[in-house]
């Protein structure tokens, strides 16, 4: 008898005995270990728009301590778990200096921008918690299925899960479907010991299941349908039950409430977000969806036309026989199987925004009625062909033949490597000699690929490729595709500034180019387009954005005075040329405004350099921090080609660093030579000041040739 002092019908035993312990956990490992294959495909660069949605507010929960996520389009639990992986992720890469590292990584509210680039291991800790959530989906089916089918249907069900390929794919996503498809299977399975039971444990296992269903994804609250069928179906003790039925929904949003305790603290956003997702999937349509048609019948065919050819091939004719034997031999198991499908398939056909991905939650239910036609249909067979039961080896390689696409899916992914991480790979062992790379910030290049490379950073927002290489660039990484993927209004660099940086790049010839898809600067790409150019030395005498205003006619026509002045200087980095402020006389001052990059300025024009180039003037800094990279003074040499001089010794490469200070200084001369390496035809000056709030003065700095 149970709690309730009904009789437990024939069957009832411990849920769980060895044996089907031991089953469980090799479907939860085999499933895991097929979804680790090619896990870090893309990396460190995300190719799904969740994964940085995602992540980008675990890791900002992480730097600022502040445990409300502020967005609540998809639900807490999802965010917070992945604050662990992220934590985890950070102490197995670097231990002790894992703080440091977390505070190196930049995410969109950094930026204004959708993207969060860092280390590949915080992505891939996440990523393998999505995978372990695939796994045990696997298991838990299993479980179902044979709660309802009987072991050989579960066994089945639990496999079909396992290598469904559709399922696969976005168990190596950070997304919130695979978990949500876990937790509709564990909810299947107490559903299951509703009906064939019916305790009153089972109506609180069924609420707390179903709590965490939509703790992971909202529109799974369609599978509410399958407690509740449980309840109508289950006949010996529906009247007495009848209060735990109707307990099941109040206690599972209870559980929603609690892992997401800011939509009580955080109430207007929480309402304003639900309301948008509401809103955006009852009645938007945008071209980004999968499914464009009217909403209704035509919208049911492509779902399972979808279903049909993507997530269970051939799968879906034993779903068919399932529920044909199913319904014969316990059709109320088999309506049970139907309902959650069934009620989100009829739910989402409905909707005029559909996404491929909503899909995921069904699959439980369509695994348990595809094993459990695998398994009937397999009896039937023997009890005419006695023979053949020691043939179930067979029977088991036929059902598992369709995921053989799922293993050669995954070593495919194994070896896809995003286009930018081509490139850099390219660059760092068959980059042009004497290379001095421009990267634009813009397009977000994860800088640890391109440690080694001699770079400058420049911005596509206000700055022309005269500027880079007065700056001191040789080559620069971009593409012709650049472009928005958010509305007007929404936070994104100038459109009118990327559109001529695109026009640039359009007119020239990539000396090596990857990828070809396009690159939503404000969103994320996959593979985008994305080459190396070569930047003409004759760019450097045209006129930049950085040039002051010529004055008039009669202005230029008088003499000039030997006096270094602002003009004779260039900002590195365009957006920060309110750094460099002309005081007269010819002293200058810069100001380290910027908390996340230090300011570069060069000389305008080189100087010739044939064997040894003279420092003259005077500087003085102030308030330069210990932790920042200092005031720094360089000489950069370039051979007759405009390429930075490439050299095996330090003294026989192109940068030369003639001093490198920190804290405060009064004034001190430069007067000091810097020997030219080998093949050295020119020369630039070039200046640096790290840390925020730093000042540094250049009286009559420059540099001439000393023969």
Not at 311 to 326: K, M, R
Not at 550 to 556: K, N, V
Request: charged share 15%.
């Amino acid at each position: 008898m149970d709690e309730g002092g009904h009789t437990q019908p024939a069957g009832a035993e411990s849920w769980l005995p060895p044996r089907v312990f031991w089953t469980f956990l090799g479907l939860v490992v085999g499933a895991t270990l097929l979804r680790l294959v090619g896990l870090d495909f893309g990396l460190p660069y995300p190719w799904h728009p969740d994964e940085p949605a995602i992540m980008s507010r675990a890791i900002r929960i992480l730097q600022t301590g502040d445990l409300n996520p502020g967005w609540f389009h998809y639900p807490s639990l999802v965010i917070y778990l992945h604050t662990a992986t992220s934590f985890l992720g950070v102490l197995d890469l670097l231990e002790p200096q894992g703080a440091k590292a977390l505070e190196g990584v930049v995410t969109g509210f950094d930026t204004g921008l959708h993207h969060t680039i860092g280390s590949s291991e915080i992505w891939h800790s996440a990523r393998r918690l999505t995978a372990v959530f695939g796994g045990l989906t696997a298991g838990v089916s299993y479980l179902a299925g044979r709660r309802l089918f009987g072991e050989p249907a579960g066994v089945l069900a639990g496999l079909i899960v396992a290598l469904a390929p559709d399922h696969v794919v976005h168990s190596q996503y950070i997304t919130v479907d695979v978990p949500a498809s876990g937790a509709v299977a564990l909810l299947l399975l107490a559903s299951a010991f509703l009906l064939k039971e019916g305790a009153r444990r089972h109506y609180v296992f069924a609420g707390l299941a179903f709590g965490l269903t939509i703790s992971f994804k909202y529109n799974a609250v369609f599978v509410l349908a399958v407690p509740l069928v449980a309840w109508v179906l289950a006949e010996h003790h529906r009247n007495t039950r009848l209060w735990w039925a109707l307990a099941v929904p109040p206690l599972g949003f209870g559980v929603l409430a609690l892992t997401m305790p800011y939509a009580i603290l955080d109430l207007g956003t929480v309402v304003q977000d639900v309301l948008y997702e509401a809103h955006h999937y009852a009645v938007r349509g945008e071209k980004r969806a999968s499914f464009e048609r009217l909403a209704g019948w035509d919208h049911l065919q492509t779902d399972l036309t979808y279903l049909v050819e993507t997530s269970l091939p051939w799968w879906w004719v034993l779903v068919l026989v399932g529920v044909g034997l199913g319904l014969r031999k316990d059709w109320r198991a088999t309506a049970l199987a139907v309902a959650g499908p069934a009620a989100v398939l009829f739910a989402l056909s409905g909707m005029k925004v559909h996404y491929v991905r909503n899909l995921t939650v069904v699959l439980p239910g369509l695994a348990v009625l595809a094993g459990a036609g695998a398994a009937l249909s397999w009896g039937a067979l023997t009890r005419w062909q006695p023979r053949l039961r020691s043939a179930w080896p067979i029977g088991l390689v036929l059902v598992a033949l369709p995921g053989r696409a799922t293993l050669s899916a995954g070593q495919a992914r194994a070896a896809d490597r995003d286009s930018r991480v081509l490139l850099t790979d390219h660059l760092q062992t068959e980059g042009p000699a004497g290379m001095v790379l421009a990267v634009p910030r813009e397009l977000r290049l994860y800088a640890p690929d391109l440690a080694g490379l001699d770079t400058v950073d420049v911005s596509l927002l206000d700055a022309e490729p005269g500027d880079w290489v007065r700056a001191g660039a040789t080559h620069v990484v971009g593409g012709p595709q650049i472009s928005f993927g958010l509305p007007a209004g929404k936070s994104r660099p100038d459109p009118a500034s990327i559109a001529t940086a695109r026009a640039w790049f359009a007119s020239q010839k990539p000396l090596v180019k990857f990828g070809g898809g396009g690159w939503k600067l404000d969103l994320f790409a996959q593979n985008p387009g994305i080459g190396l150019y070569t930047l003409p030395p004759g760019l450097a005498e045209l006129p930049g954005a950085q040039a002051d205003d010529p004055g008039t006619s009669a202005d230029r026509a008088k003499p000039q005075v030997p006096i270094v002045t602002r003009r004779d200087w260039v900002v590195a980095q365009p957006r920060l040329k309110r750094s460099l402020a002309d005081e007269g006389g010819g002293v200058l001052r810069l100001d380290a405004s910027d908390p996340h990059e230090n300011l570069l300025v060069c000389q305008r024009a080189s100087t010739s350099a044939s064997s040894r180039v003279t420092l003259g003037g005077r500087v003085r800094w102030s308030a330069v921090p210990k932790d920042a990279d200092g005031f720094r003074v360089q000489v950069r040499f370039f051979d007759v080609d405009g390429a930075l001089v490439r050299g095996n010794t330090a003294a026989e490469r192109g940068l030369q660093n003639v001093m490198t200070r920190w804290g405060e200084h009064d004034w001190l001369a430069l007067d000091q030579r810097v020997k030219a390496p080998p093949g050295a035809a020119a020369a630039r000056l070039c200046i640096g000041l790290g840390g925020q709030g730093s000042q540094a003065w250049l009286d009559q700095v420059r540099l001439v040739d000393a023969r």
